[in-house]
T-cell receptor, first 110, second 113 residues
Framework: DAKTTQPNSMESNEEEPVHLPCNHSTISGTDYIHWYRQLPSQGPEYVIHGLTSNVNNRMASLAIAEDRKSSTLILHRATLRDAAVYYCIPTFSGNTPLVFGKGTRLSVIA | DTAVSQTPKYLVTQMGNDKSIKCEQNLGHDTMYWYKQDSKKFLKIMFSYNNKELIINETVPNRFSPKSPDKAHLNLHINSLELGDSAVYFC????????????FGPGTRLTVT
């Protein structure tokens, strides 16, 4: 399993963009980069994933470094509901059991 | 409609008891998982089932016995509960061949006293 490094915590003002970084320098060439988040007292939920190209969906954008050793999850306008722990998880496929690290706890200030 | 549901949501019991947690998904998925989140908030895979067959058992004590009566259900039975079993247990599901994401249930908080 690829080792990941994420900041323990980050803070953002409401309605401002947030960039959540993740280092995964030992990622396998075939591993996708998945991002999940866990809202307080809830189960994790999928946010986005990508392999090499940058990806956008309704929740966020994912920017992947050209060497794939790092990625950044971008929330374009943080809301209070985005306060959660965010996990980046390199994994071969969606059915592979997820290996969660410590994640980044995002606080959003009104 | 809840996609992945778990019962009960809270479970408080004494050491040495036997208890079960149930999980049901209505997404038509063929693969289900149990994850454990301990007091330090680390989430770890316990079991993985595909088409009712156990495919992954991550060195979990044999006091834990998962059972999948059909593809929509994955239950977790725990014998002789210990203090260290206190945690939040999450069920998840996905489609083995066609899905890129796992859907998690709301969790069951187990407290062993």
């Amino acid at each position: 399993d690829a080792k990941t490094t994420q900041p323990n915590s980050m803070e953002s003002n409401e309605e401002e963009p947030v960039h959540l970084p993740c280092n995964h320098s030992t990622i396998s060439g075939t591993d996708y980069i998945h991002w999940y988040r866990q809202l307080p007292s809830q189960g994790p939920e999928y946010v986005i994933h990508g392999l090499t190209s940058n990806v956008n969906n309704r929740m966020a954008s994912l920017a992947i470094a050209e060497d794939r050793k790092s990625s950044t999850l971008i929330l374009h306008r943080a809301t209070l509901r985005d306060a959660a722990v965010y996990y980046c998880i390199p994994t071969f496929s969606g059915n592979t059991p997820l290996v969660f690290g410590k994640g980044t706890r995002l606080s959003v200030i009104a | 409609d809840t996609a992945v549901s778990q019962t009960p949501k809270y479970l408080v019991t004494q050491m040495g008891n036997d208890k079960s947690i149930k999980c049901e998904q209505n997404l038509g998925h063929d693969t289900m998982y149990w994850y454990k989140q301990d007091s330090k908030k680390f989430l770890k895979i316990m079991f993985s089932y595909n088409n009712k067959e156990l495919i992954i058992n991550e060195t979990v004590p044999n006091r834990f016995s998962p059972k999948s009566p059909d593809k929509a259900h994955l239950n977790l039975h725990i014998n002789s509960l210990e203090l260290g079993d206190s945690a939040v247990y999450f069920c998840a599901s996905t489609n083995w061949d066609s899905s890129y994401e796992q859907y998690f249930g709301p969790g069951t908080r187990l407290t062993v006293t």
